[in-house]
């Protein structure tokens, strides 16, 4: 069974994130980038069925996709050294300022270009949290979606998952090929060893232009967007709040703000 | 005038709150059509036309239960080919985020989620970054397809005598590949769901242990009050994961959000901080969560927490 990663790097969660004034568009260059916390999940999901595969003798590769300006390459090689076997890097500058919309067409033409019966990501991105793009891509691909997975198991041309509910969670099953999303209760990301870092060097990094994905430049970037930010601020900083230390009365004092903002 | 869908969200055919916020928002844009699709349809039927559906469009062929998602963004994308709406208003639920990503790819058009607000010419404003930075944003290309965050707008009834329109679906292979062979639930019920109420009460960390819940439980209930946990608590399985606030749980925006017995990691803090006011009980006077604060109390949750839910109890009785 073949396994399409798709990971994304994302600003680092303790970084100031910011839009660049001039384009309206996260900031990627100047902050420390790391790959989307979720997209470990996803790596290691994709890592392991391939494992559990190939204990009953089945083969089968993981790749790793990204789209995402040069420094990507960080997080690709994160993904390798976890123990992907190949990456597929989409790099081209017309791709800035792509949406979901423009994304979701591009990631769909570059999986075109690699075997794959299954794609695992994980259910949303830190920076963009829109968590849309694996059923946006479950339905460019006309293949199976299953989403909001806490648990996958692979059986013979299907895959089944137990998809988080608000209340509980739904049992899914899906004929191959299938888009999986998968959420964090689902494994434990392994920690890349030594010895996998030096292998992820010597490891296939295929680099992708539009044109080698036969990606279309007016679907893609600002132009194949369907979506623009017209213009941001920074909320108004909070007014300092009252802070209280209990001394034996700070029960009823809350409960005195509590009434005086009209709760109770 | 222009007429804009509103997808109803509905367990069993009872729509949710979130619903009723939408075709409020939507009587401010234009002419407000409701789509229902599924079962169940005679529970939700007054209810819309209470809070002024002008028309609803009926999908409710047996099976479109069966199968994730995938049916829903079929039926919309059948309604907006033949209706043209103005636009098209989805609750920013997970599902929803999904049907609304699939129509946006039928129908080449764009698509905005977790908007807080919609303004004249379907501008919407969102929130990013855990509430750092306000946005305006556009959709330029096609129909625009906007999913909305829960307590983003006060449902106002406008009673009327909406037109009903049956929509026949024949649903796709595509759509019907992702068969839900069984449904669980495991939250108990009772209490107001997470994303939907007006007051959230969290436990992290801080209570020490599971069976201690029963203190955020009991305040929870005396305010009608969802009940939160930060990762810690749900990682230590001391509550359901389906209860877990923060960036890789729900967003929550309620008028009131108590966080007890939590630090105000940024994880957390990401799906909390839009909440209207914020109350924190926590030992430590450092903890980040009390920079976000309209009211703080340090001290120790098993004295001021009992103290409060009696005091409530008191002034309301
Ligand atoms: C990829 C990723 C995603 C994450 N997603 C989420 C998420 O969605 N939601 C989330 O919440 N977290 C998330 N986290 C985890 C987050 O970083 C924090 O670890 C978590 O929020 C901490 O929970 P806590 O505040 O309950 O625990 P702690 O940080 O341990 O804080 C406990 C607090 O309780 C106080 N306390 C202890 N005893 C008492 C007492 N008797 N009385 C009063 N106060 C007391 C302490 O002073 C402390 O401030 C995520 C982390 C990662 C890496
Ligand atoms: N540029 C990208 N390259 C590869 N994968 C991506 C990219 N953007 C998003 N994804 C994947 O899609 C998931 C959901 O992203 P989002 O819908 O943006 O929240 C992420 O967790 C990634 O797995």
């Known amino acids: ?264 | 005038m222009a007429e804009v869908l509103v997808l109803v969200e509905h367990v069993d055919g009872a729509p949710k709150k979130v619903t009723y916020e939408l075709l409020t928002l939507a009587r401010s844009l234009g002419e407000p059509s409701a789509v229902f699709i599924g079962n169940g349809f005679d529970n939700a039927k007054d209810k819309l036309a209470e809070y002024g559906a002008a028309k609803i469009y009926v999908a409710g062929d047996g099976d479109l239960d069966g199968y994730l998602v995938a049916p829903k963004a079929e039926v919309l994308a059948q309604i907006v080919a033949s209706a043209s709406p103005a636009a098209v208003l989805i609750p920013s639920s997970p599902e929803g985020k999904e049907i609304a990503g699939r129509l946006a790819v039928k129908t080449d058009s764009g698509v905005i989620t977790d908007a807080v607000g919609i303004t004249d010419g379907f501008v919407a404003q969102q929130s990013i970054f855990g509430g750092a930075i306000n946005v305006q944003a556009k959709v330029g290309k096609g129909t625009p397809i906007i999913t909305v965050r829960p307590n983003s707008t006060p449902p106002e009834p406008a009673p009327g005598q909406p037109t009903e329109e049956q929509v026949s679906v024949s649903l796709s292979d595509a759509a019907t590949k992702a068969k839900i062979l069984d449904r669980v639930t495991e939250k108990k019920g009772g209490r107001p769901e997470l994303t939907e109420a007006a007051i959230v009460v969290s436990g992290g960390r801080g209570l020490g242990a599971g069976e201690n819940f029963s203190l955020i439980e009991k305040l929870a209930d005396t305010l009608g009050a969802a009940v939160g946990a930060s990762r810690a608590a749900t990682d230590a399985g001391w509550y359901p994961h389906t209860n877990q606030v923060g960036q890789t749980g729900k967003t929550v925006s309620p008028q009131l959000y108590m966080a007890v017995g939590i630090s105000g990691a940024i994880q957390h803090r990401a799906g909390m901080q839009t909440s209207k006011t914020i109350v924190a009980i926590n030992k430590d006077p450092e903890a980040p969560i009390f920079e976000l604060v309209d009211f703080g109390i340090v001290g120790d949750l098993f004295n001021v927490v009992p103290q409060l839910t009696e005091e409530i109890e008191k002034r309301k009785a």
């Open chain 1, 1 to 264: 069974m073949n396994i399409v990663v798709c990971v994304k790097q994302v600003p680092d969660t303790w970084a100031e994130k910011k839009l660049s004034p001039d384009d309206k568009t996260v900031d990627r260059v100047g902050v420390d980038g790391v790959m989307n916390e979720l997209d470990e999940y996803a790596v290691e999901e994709a890592l392991r069925i391939k494992e559990a595969l190939s204990a009953q003798g089945g083969g089968g590769e993981v790749t790793v996709l990204t789209m995402g300006p040069d420094k990507s390459v960080e997080t690709i090689r994160k993904a390798l050294s976890m123990g992907a076997d190949k990456a597929v890097h989409l790099v081209d500058p017309a791709l800035h300022g792509s949406d979901a919309l423009a994304t979701s067409y591009a990631l769909s033409k570059a999986l075109g270009t690699i075997e794959h019966d299954l794609v695992i990501l994980g259910v949303e991105s830190t920076d963009a949290r829109m968590s849309v793009l694996p059923a946006m891509l479950a339905e460019r691909l006309g293949a199976s979606q299953l989403t909001f997975a806490r648990k996958v198991e692979v059986g013979t041309g299907t895959v089944k998952i137990e998809r988080q509910t608000d209340s509980g969670y739904d049992v899914v099953e899906a004929p191959i090929p299938a888009v999986v999303s998968v959420v964090e209760k689902i494994n434990e990301p392994r920690y890349p060893s030594f010895k996998g870092i030096m292998a992820a060097k010597k490891k296939p990094l295929t680099t992708l232009t539009l044109a080698d994905a036969g990606i279309e430049a007016d679907n893609v970037g600002f132009a194949g967007s369907g979506t623009e930010v017209t213009d941001f601020a920074a909320r108004p900083p909070k007014q300092a709040g009252q802070i209280v230390k209990d001394e034996g009365d700070g029960g009823s004092k809350l409960a005195d703000f509590l009434a005086q903002q009209k709760f109770i």
